[in-house]
């Protein structure tokens, strides 16, 4: 699986957008961009994943470069439950029994 | 929405003594992972598993692990003889054949 680089941390104001980067520049042509996130130690629980066109769920935004090498995951209205810590990973395509590897993400602050 | 869940969330164990944890996938999933989380560090890939076999496992799982789907709604890790490094958070995934991997809440584990 290709290797991502997440900045170590983030702040931002509730209820303002957070918007976390997320570099993956060797990623090859079948593999997708995974986004999850840690709540306090909680299980990992996942946000949204895309190939190339952007997507949208009821919890985020994914916003791919056209070259795949860069994401944005974006939260719309950031709230104080979404301090957490943020995985961005790339993997090859949904099928099989593929494991997910994850690096040490972003930690997502949410200021009041 | 269904849930992974696991059991018990917390389990204080005595070096060398075995553990069974526990974990009940979401009920149309067919593809089940473990993996683990020490205490400030990554989440490590530990097994995966699928048709009643092992597909994938890392190299921390060494012959101490054993995974075993016993019915056809458990999923169970055991450890036979517990290290104190063994101590960290243990999370169960499953996942359907076309979906994403959903996380239980996790076993936190203490070896005195």
């Known amino acids: 699986d290709a290797k991502t680089t997440q900045p170590t941390s983030m702040d931002c104001a509730e209820g303002r957008a957070a918007n976390l980067p997320c570099n993956h520049s060797?990623?090859?042509?079948?593999?997708?961009v995974y986004w999850y996130r840690q709540i306090h130690s909680q299980g990992p629980q996942y946000i949204i994943h895309g190939l190339k066109n952007n997507e949208t769920n009821e919890m985020a935004s994914l916003i791919i470069t056209e070259d795949r090498k860069s994401s944005t995951l974006i939260l719309p209205h950031a709230t104080l439950r979404d301090t957490a810590v943020y995985y961005c990973i790339v993997r090859v395509a949904n099928f099989g029994n593929e494991k997910l590897t994850f690096g040490t993400g972003t930690r997502l602050t949410i200021i009041p | 929405e269904p849930e992974v869940t696991q059991t018990p969330s917390h389990q204080v164990t005595q070096m060398g003594q075995e553990v069974i944890l526990r974990c009940v996938p979401i009920s149309n999933h067919l593809y089940f992972y473990w993996y683990r989380q020490i205490l400030g560090q990554k989440v490590e890939f530990l097994v995966s598993f699928y048709n009643n076999e092992i597909s994938e496992k890392s190299e921390i799982f060494d012959d101490q692990f054993s995974v075993e789907r016993p019915d056809g709604s458990n999923f169970t890790l055991k450890i036979r003889s517990t290290k104190l490094e063994d101590s960290a958070m243990y999370f169960c995934?499953?996942?359907?054949?076309?979906?994403?991997?959903?996380f239980g809440p996790g076993t936190r584990l203490t070896v005195l």
């Open positions: 060797t990623i090859s042509g079948n593999e997708y």
């Open positions: 995934a499953s996942r359907s054949l076309a979906d994403t991997q959903y």
